[in-house]
């Protein structure tokens, strides 16, 4: 039986974080996939030393395991067009077959797969809930030219911003502000709770 302070509010994942691991990103491989198969590069990072080669729609990833062995694996790329112009690449897991941006090497799965093969998750899922809320009530601010400081009032419209966009992120930010206060009521009735039932059997 939790005590005072007991509840999800804080509760953390027991799932590991995506920062913890080597990443394999697309946007470090991109630039060599781009010039053609044949091309070979090295990535250092978490204690590893990756080696990648270009081929026609893949890659090769060669690599020390925590055993001592050499792992080589290859992983397929798809390069897709983007809707103004251009293209992007994208890695496809060897697990799932879907498409992701970063693939990941895990100690006890040395082959990399996507985040959610490897059941990993981001540090802001982490976060409680109030947390992300004003995060994005950060960001609002910012683009609405004022400080992070949620206690001072909405700024003026910047100049060249039209009416109607200063509009919308105003609003915006009052509903941010709102579910993160609503947040914080409903933490607090938890809370109160806890101490009503520790106080009554204590």
């Known amino acids: 039986m939790g005590g005072f302070g007991s509840g999800c509010w804080e509760r953390q994942t027991r799932k590991p974080l995506t920062e913890e691991f080597f990443a394999l990103s697309i946007r470090d491989t991109a630039p060599f996939l781009r010039r053609g198969r ?63 941006e970063s693939l990941y090497s895990c100690q006890d799965v040395p082959l990399f797969r996507c985040r959610v093969c490897h059941n990993l998750v981001y540090p802001v899922q982490r976060e409680p809930e109030r947390l992300t809320l004003l995060r994005a009530a950060h960001k609002v601010r910012s683009r609405l030219g004022g400080d992070t400081e949620m206690e001072t009032p909405i700024p003026s419209k910047p100049r060249g911003m039209h009416q109607s966009t200063y509009s919308c992120l105003s609003l915006k930010e009052h509903e941010l502000l709102a579910k993160m206060w609503d947040a914080d009521w409903h933490w607090l009735e938890k809370q109160m709770n806890s101490l009503r039932r520790l106080i009554a059997h204590p």
Not at 56 to 64: P, R, W, Y
């Open 38 to 100: 044949g091309q070979y590069f090295l990535l250092r990072g978490k204690g590893l030393t990756v080696g990648v080669v270009t081929f026609t729609g893949a890659i090769s990833i060669s690599h020390q395991a925590k055993d001592g062995q050499i792992k080589t694996q290859n992983v397929s790329i798809v390069q897709v067009p983007c809707r103004f112009g251009g293209s992007r690449f994208w890695f496809v897991c060897p697990t799932c077959l879907r498409r992701y």
